[in-house]
């Protein structure tokens, strides 16, 4: 018979265990350098995103226009009136001013490095 205490030291680490995978976030962006574009209304955004296996970016949309690059994993990007594209890693993408997308990661952790030339004071990204 297992003692009490060892079943229940078990349940505290697998508990602990979940939590802490819970709390962590299935798409990190960490913003790397971000630059005003002279005389205009833009600024130049360069991100790392780190995203976990099977993590999902709902649709969206940009006030400006994104240019990723794929650095390891592999994700496909959803379009909207396009069919599914898969990009792997060194394969990279560009997304125009204000088209509907998402993005669904594969199996693997993705490294991607996102550059975007967006409108100042809007947020990076919305609902579309």
Excluded: W
């Amino acid at each position: 018979m297992v003692p009490i205490r060892r079943i229940s030291a078990l349940a505290l680490t697998l508990l602990v265990a979940a939590s802490v995978h819970a709390d962590t976030p299935p798409i990190n962006r960490i913003p790397l350098e971000r630059s005003d574009v002279p005389e205009s209304k833009y600024v130049a955004i360069v991100a790392r995103v780190e995203a976990q296996p099977g993590a999902q970016l709902a649709r969206h949309v940009h006030p400006g226009v994104e240019m990723t690059t794929c650095i390891s994993g592999e994700l496909d990007l959803l379009i909207d009136g396009k069919p599914p594209r898969h990009i792997v890693a060194g394969e990279h993408f560009q997304i125009p001013v204000g088209v509907v997308h998402a993005i669904s990661f594969g199996a693997e952790p993705a490294v991607l490095i996102a550059t975007f030339v967006v409108e100042k004071d809007k947020p990076l990204s919305s609902p579309p």
